[in-house]
């Protein structure tokens, strides 16, 4: 059993910043590409930011030069730092992971954690 737990979610000003945090545990062998997803109300899952397992990224234009993503093989653990933060960056955020398991590789997902930009 392979669960993906994110942590780091809140309420911030605009201006401010938040760091996600995203774990990944059990019968793990390898873990290859890792990136963070948002969905706000009434839209659809869209990609923020990717990270490989040799540290390239790739991200959203709408968060370059705002967000980073970053990673931790050791604690097969994915971040994202966010800084400048938008009221437009509010949404649900989810990570997600390809992993390899003992059936071969699968795709996982995080439950989730709620950003609100507020003044």
């Given at each position: 059993q392979v669960q993906l737990v994110e942590s780091g979610g809140g309420l911030v000003q605009p201006g401010g910043s938040l760091r996600l945090s995203c774990a990944a545990s059990g019968s793990i062998f390898s873990i290859s590409a890792m990136a963070w997803y948002r969905q706000a109300p009434g839209k659809q899952?869209?990609?923020?930011?990717?990270i490989s397992s040799g540290g390239g990224t790739n991200?959203?234009?709408s968060v370059k030069g705002r967000f980073t993503i970053s990673r931790d093989n050791a604690q097969n653990t994915?971040?994202?730092?966010?800084?400048?933060?938008?009221?437009?960056?509010?949404?649900?955020y989810y990570?997600?992971?390809d992993i390899t398991v003992a059936r071969g590789v699968h795709n996982?997902?995080?439950q989730g954690t709620q950003?609100?930009?507020s003044p």
């Open positions: 899952r869209d990609l923020v930011a990717s991200y959203a234009d994915v971040y994202l730092q966010m800084n400048s933060l938008k009221p437009e960056d509010t949404a649900v990570c997600r992971a996982y997902w995080g950003v609100s930009v």
